[in-house]
């Protein structure tokens, strides 16, 4: 079965800090990888997703960038945090060509 | 760009059953969802259905599709305590980048 792990799972950060979220996919293959931002009360923003490695589309102009390295890992940066960076972030996979999405458990990214 | 709205609060007592309430504009959905979010957790699928059908049943759940209104919603039948959690409807054409979800309806059952 497949599983998808997030780290880390809370983290505190200054303003102007760097940023790397982590996500990792188990037991599958060329996954379509994305990376969501929920704000508090709010839906779900798409802000990057991936069809296989080195290939990433961006859905919003913003101050955090992603990276995919391997297969099955998606990475999320910051070279400078803001205080609006501030939310829930969601990494999510599917098979290519059906677009059902599974999530991680989230990190949760407090900027001060 | 296309919405999906749905009510932000629903409040029901153990045992009813919850009917939540989608709504979304974009005619060419062709898959639409119901995903379950906890405190503090990711998001859970719990069910989809194609645009081609009129309703889902799964368990407790039953889905309903109305495309030509285009409404969704969600039934939870015998409501526990346990389906407290944040309900997010979602659409999309199939394809990579167009999923898009609602703001999400926090269920909240009262014993």
């Known amino acids: 079965s497949q599983t998808i792990h997030q780290w880390p799972a809370t983290l505190v950060q200054p303003v102007g800090s760097p940023l790397s979220l982590e996500c990792t996919v188990e037991?599958?293959?060329?996954?379509?990888l994305y990376w969501y931002r929920q704000a508090a009360g709010r839906g779900l923003q798409l802000l990057f997703y991936?069809?296989?490695?080195?290939?990433i589309s961006s859905e919003v102009p913003q101050n955090l960038s992603a990276s995919r390295p391997q297969d099955r890992q998606f990475i999320l940066s910051s070279k400078k945090l803001l205080l609006s960076d501030s939310g829930f972030y969601l990494c999510?996979?599917?098979?290519?060509?059906?677009?059902?999405?599974?999530f991680g458990p989230g990190t949760r990214l407090l900027v001060l | 760009g296309e919405d999906v709205e749905q009510s932000l609060f629903l409040s029901v007592r153990e045992g009813d059953s919850s009917v939540i309430n989608c709504t979304y504009t974009?005619?060419?959905?062709?898959?639409l969802y119901w995903y379950k979010q906890e405190p503090g957790a990711g998001l859970q699928l719990l069910t989809y259905?194609?645009?081609?059908?009129d309703m889902k049943q799964d368990q407790r759940l039953t889905v309903l599709l109305n495309k030509k209104d285009k409404h969704l919603s969600l039934r939870i039948a015998d409501t526990q305590t346990g389906d407290s959690a944040i309900y997010f409807c979602?659409?999309?054409?199939?394809?990579?980048?167009?999923?898009?979800f609602g703001a999400g309806t926090r269920l909240t059952v009262k014993p």
């Open positions: 979602a659409e999309s054409k199939g394809n990579n980048n167009d999923m898009r």
């Open positions: 037991g599958t293959s060329n996954p379509n």
């Open positions: 999510a996979w599917s098979r290519g060509g059906v677009e059902t999405q599974y």
């Open positions: 991936s069809v296989g490695i080195g290939q």
């Open positions: 974009d005619s060419s959905s062709t898959y």
């Open positions: 259905i194609f645009s081609n059908m």
